[in-house]
């Protein structure tokens, strides 16, 4: 079986679709993923065969947008409208018309016999209704509620409407066929369902109860044996270095090691002298590290909370915008993380929220729980199956 992963985005988009890959390669069939120009390397670094659907953009011009939005002085949270008319009019409109194209185009040369999405990429979703291939998608939102169809529903149906596709008021193609989730079921938000047919299982090895929670040894971890170790990371868009520096003032006092990544935009001599305790990194593998933490402050975004959430940690969080709002809250409701304001949050309360998560026990408890849960997933392996199928049922 030729399989064709398509993803639009960066890399929270690629790392998804990743586990389902390798185990259908080793299961025997021909894999190759399509994605955007710039995403070429990440793609091949990882051991597939890359297709662009885009052109690069230059490598100076990429380099500095990323710099500037990383190495503003002030956090920048997006408005919710603004993510949203993004989401419709990047993603669905714009994104979705190339995405159809090329897709459609490579289809031809490459024949593959399904095609696995990530979950926003809606133009491969119509190029395979136009091919009448299978089309799997994989969730990379984790909580839900960022993408609603009537939010892209008017692009879409354009979209559709000029390669000739039927009229589909409730927009089923976008979930009609198999959806993986790499994602425990708890963990999704109930006001924002998910099919009856998801597949949920877990990309990575079970992750076995940490003997000794919190305590440094990894290469480049702050402090002293037996203290314990909080991980600071915010992404790379919307994080500031006015909010890196809240947070180590809010944690310069407290009896923890702090290994804090910010980025290879922000040089991290801009925070000025740090205790000892603190160290700050542009960045450190978050799989070696995280075995040694006992909470992460992040962000939100899926891919950070999940490698948190896989390790039983709880976190603070700071969301700034897109899926990361709906994210901290459904963590906050389930009793594994407290969310701040990344705009208003002072020193004081980010040593407060800190010393709170780490003091009472009910939050690590709760992190756990999802842990386990993920542990008892089938593992990605066993996704490969439901594709076989899903192809066979063409």
């Not at 509620?145 to 559709?160: M, N």
Request: charged fraction near 20%; charge should be negative.
């Amino acid at each position: 079986m030729r399989i064709l992963f398509t993803f639009i985005g960066g890399s929270g988009h690629f790392r998804p679709l990743v586990p389902v890959a390798r185990a259908a390669r080793a299961a025997g069939h021909t894999v190759a993923f399509a994605g955007g120009g710039r995403r070429g390397p990440e793609i091949t670094a990882a051991g597939f065969t890359a297709f662009a659907t885009s052109e690069p953009r230059g490598h100076t011009e990429a380099t500095a947008a990323a710099a500037t939005a990383a190495a503003r002085s002030t956090v920048e949270v997006s408005d919710p409208e603004e993510d949203i008319r993004h989401l419709a009019e990047g993603f669905a409109r714009r994104g979705a018309r190339r995405h159809a194209a090329a897709v459609l185009e490579l289809a031809r040369t490459w024949k593959p016999d399904i095609l696995v999405r990530d979950e926003v990429d809606f133009g491969t979703a119509v190029a395979a209704e136009a091919l009448g291939l299978p089309c799997a998608s994989v969730l990379v939102l984790a909580a839900g509620g960022f993408l609603r169809k009537d939010v892209v529903a008017e692009p879409l149906h354009e979209l559709r409407s000029e390669y000739g596709l039927p009229y589909d008021p409730d927009l089923a193609v976008l979930d009609r066929d198999l959806v993986l989730s790499p994602f425990p079921p708890s963990f999704r938000d109930p006001r924002f369902p998910l099919p009856a047919h998801t597949f949920s299982f877990r990309p990575t090895a079970a992750r076995p109860p940490e003997a000794t929670p919190g305590t440094p040894g990894t290469p480049g971890t702050p402090g002293t044996p037996g203290t314990p170790t909080v991980y600071v990371t915010l992404g790379t868009v919307h994080a500031g270095t006015d909010l890196f520096s809240r947070i180590a003032a809010g944690l310069r006092e407290l009896p923890v090691n702090v290994l804090m990544t910010v980025s290879d935009h922000i040089d991290p001599a801009v925070l000025g002298p740090l205790p000892g305790h603190i160290r700050v990194e542009r960045f450190v593998p978050q799989e070696q590290l995280l075995p040694q933490c006992a909470l992460v402050v992040s962000h939100g975004g899926s891919g950070s909370l999940m490698g948190a959430l896989a390790h039983g940690l709880p976190s603070v969080l700071f969301p700034h915008g897109a899926d990361q709002p709906y994210n901290a809250r459904r963590c906050t409701e389930l009793g594994a993380a407290r969310t701040l304001d990344p705009v208003t949050a002072t020193p004081e309360d980010i040593h407060s929220a800190v010393s709170t998560v780490l003091a009472d026990s009910g939050y690590r408890s709760a992190a756990e729980r999802i842990r386990d849960e993920m542990n008892a997933l089938p593992g990605a392996a066993e996704t490969v199956p439901t594709l076989e199928a899903l192809a066979l049922s063409r």
